[in-house]
């Protein structure tokens, strides 16, 4: 006798959409006029290993999203050794990921923080392919808001493939990660390095 799944594997066929993004249009817009979105940022890169590291989180992501897909300018992930997790074979997060896969696309559209402790505790996200494909459990993520235009530019987010319980404390760090990178992001669009 098999034990069952702890939630039930990915099935394109019913799979639960990703929310209407009715301002797709006006974000890729936007990340082209400041020039970014679409390439890996080495400070990205260095801001997601510090939101992993002030977290305890495997993995980090700086996430703009398009029309079609969402692409990570900064991206951090813990080499296996460091974890001591055994994720699944070809589990490496790449750069690109589409839009009806992870958390993200929803929090540009809610505008507002989600964690998530055990993402299948939720049937809404429990059969979302990233849970197959990367083993995660956990999910942390706020939206990247553009003071200057109101536009969700994108997401900063981690996950962990652990179960965890993220607390207040954890939301208002991020957000306020959040808060710094908008920042960071204007000193980009002025030409200040």
Known sequence: MSTPEPYAPYDPSNRLA???DPHAAARVARLR?????????????EFAKSLAHITGAPYAMVNFID????????LYTQEPDQTGVELPQHAEPGREMPKDHGWCPHVVTRRKAMPLGDVCAYPRF??????????I???LGTPL???RTGITLGTICVVDTETRDWGQEGVETIKGMAEQ?????HDIEDGRT
């Open 67 to 74: 029309e079609d897909r969402q692409y990570f300018a900064g």
């Open 33 to 45: 006029e400041i020039g970014i979105g679409d390439a890996p940022i080495p400070e990205f890169d």
């Open 18 to 20: 990703t929310p209407q």
């Open 181 to 185: 990178l908008v920042r960071r992001i």
């Open 137 to 139: 459990r956990a999910y």
């Open 126 to 135: 429990a059969g979302n392919p990233v849970i197959d494909k990367l083993g």
């Open 145 to 147: 808001i553009d003071t």
